[in-house]
Each structure stands twice: as C-alpha cells, then as structure tokens.
C-alpha cells in the first residue's frame, strides 16, 4: 500500500487547492453549496492528477531508472508493475468522474447543479488530455512545456468557477498563469543547477536552458506577477465587488512571498520541488496565512 500511496503523490495535491480560488475571490466562501461544489472538484481534480502521475512515472521509467533519486520510484524500482500503474490510473479517472456525479446528486437544485458539474468534467478531462499530450512529448520542448503547466493551473480556477457558478476575472486567470510560469521557470532553474553539476541533463529540453536565461526569465515573471497583483487590487471592478480600496495592503505578502521564494531558488539552490517546498518553508507559510488572513478580514469583517 505504501508504494500505491507514493505513487499517487497525495502530497502533491496542494497544487489544486486553486481549484478553491474562484470562490475565495468572489467572496461567497461562506455559501455552503458553493463550498461544497468547490471541495467536491478539488477532490476530483486530485484524482485526476493522480492517474497522470501514475501515466508519467510509466512514460519515464527507462529514465527513472538512470537517475539518483528517481530511480526509487513504485514503477522504475520495479515494486509496482506497468499493468497495476494503468489499473490504477483508469480507477482515479472512474473516481474523479464518481466523485462529481456525487456532488449532482447530493447538491439542491439539481439540474442547475448537473450542468455545472458536467462542465467541471469537461474541464477536467481536457486537463487530462492536455497532461496525456505532455507526458508524451511536449515535455520534451523547452518553454512550451512550462507554459503547459502553468495552462493546466489555468484549467483548475476554470474549473472551480464553473463549479460555483463564478464568472472568473481576468485579473484572476492572468495571475494563475503568471505565478506557475514563475514557479515553473524556478523548477527549470535547479534542473539547469543539476545539469551543470553533473553533465548530464535531468530532461531532454534542460540543454535549451541555462542559468542566465533562466534568471531573467524568472525575473520577467516574478515582476509581471506583482504588477498584476497590485492592478488587481486597485481596479475599480474589484474594489466596487469587495466594496473596499484596502485590498492593496495585502499586496506586501505577495511581494515577500516572491522575494522569498526567489532566495531559495537562487541562493539556496532549492526550488526544484514547489509543492515541497511550500509545506517546509516556515517563511512562505507565515506569508501565506498573513496574506489569506488579511484577505478575508478586509473582505468579511471591515
């Protein structure tokens, strides 16, 4: 059961917890059913993310195999078998699909419900085909490849404001997509770092990179991020649905989160791993709650 569970990588799950920022954003995260219907897709999302890593770890296990750390993963170390790693991957599609078809029946108003969730499936499942395409080959091209990652975070807050019947703000998609690129350059980054120490490059596209293009890479992103946060907070749409002028406060978290993050990336030499990242670092937690914190008392409570 042990290597079942590191193959799924539940710890990786974080990641769609943005299936939860449409309803944080709109200000409706005390609506029950909204709630709900946000809970029900993050759970379904997770296991769809999981049937993908169970798809990848077979892609890559001849890759697996020659790398350090790697190589004591379920299916390369040979503890879990190619046809269990598919049996496994068709029962998390069946339970992300189960999963939603739970949320049509339990929720009030059903038909409104229903259509709601046969859109989050669809959502889902182009998330699906879209990691289904990168695991096979457009992780293999340099740039493109962390553009796809970012558009799959795209699809999840896609998917949490169908799921709540959320009309997504530009602000919002555009952020996502500016704060995965930016975090996905920095996982590119300890690639760079790695390949550099070893010489040999820990994925096919990781020869197109180096550190100088990836440091203004990271800069570019990092800097567009914030711009937009901070146009977001004063925008006149935002600041008449929230009825307050206050939400730029909250623009100090985002800033210390980046330079944090940045510092380890670049001087730790640590951001190979982001999700791991964020559930150790203490600095970026503290950032974190202070920002959901402040957040919800300038909306809810002032």
């Given at each position: ?96 699909m189960l999963t939603l078809l739970l949320g049509a029946s339990i929720l009030e108003a059903p038909l ?81 770092l790695r390949m550099n120490e070893t010489g040999e490059a820990p994925r096919k596209n990781t020869i ?95």
């Open positions: 059961m042990k290597n079942y569970i590191k193959l799924i990588r539940p710890k990786q799950w974080t990641k769609n917890l943005f299936v939860m920022l449409p309803l944080f954003f709109s200000g409706s995260l005390l609506d029950t059913t909204d709630l709900l219907s946000s809970i029900l897709t993050f759970f379904a999302f997770c296991f769809v993310a999981s049937s993908i890593y169970c798809l990848n770890d077979v892609i890559d296990m001849e890759a697996d195999r020659r790398h350090p750390v790697k190589c004591n993963r379920p299916i390369a170390s040979g503890r879990i078998s190619v046809a269990k790693a598919y049996l496994l991957m068709g029962l998390l599609l069946v339970m992300a409104g419900i229903q259509n709601q969730m046969f859109s989050v499936a669809m959502v889902i499942m182009s998330y699906w085909l879209l990691n289904l395409a990168y695991c096979t080959k457009l992780k293999e091209y340099a740039i493109i490849d962390v553009c796809v990652i970012a558009f799959g975070f795209v699809l999840r807050i896609v998917a949490g404001g169908l799921a709540t019947d959320v009309v997504l703000s530009h602000w919002l998609v555009l952020m996502t997509f500016l704060l995965t690129l930016f975090l996905s350059f920095c996982k590119r980054r300890d690639d760079v197109r990179y180096n550190l100088t293009f990836i440091n203004q890479v990271i800069t570019v992103t990092g800097s567009i991020t914030l711009v937009c946060y901070i146009m977001y907070t004063v925008s006149p749409e935002v600041t008449a649905r929230f009825h307050t002028q206050y939400l730029y406060l909250t623009t100090v978290f985002v800033l210390l989160g980046l330079f944090r993050y940045l510092q380890i990336a670049v001087v730790d030499k640590k951001s190979g791993d982001p999700t791991k990242v964020i559930l150790r670092d203490h600095f970026i937690q503290l950032v974190v709650v202070g920002w959901v914190l402040t957040f919800l008392l300038i909306i809810y409570i002032l």
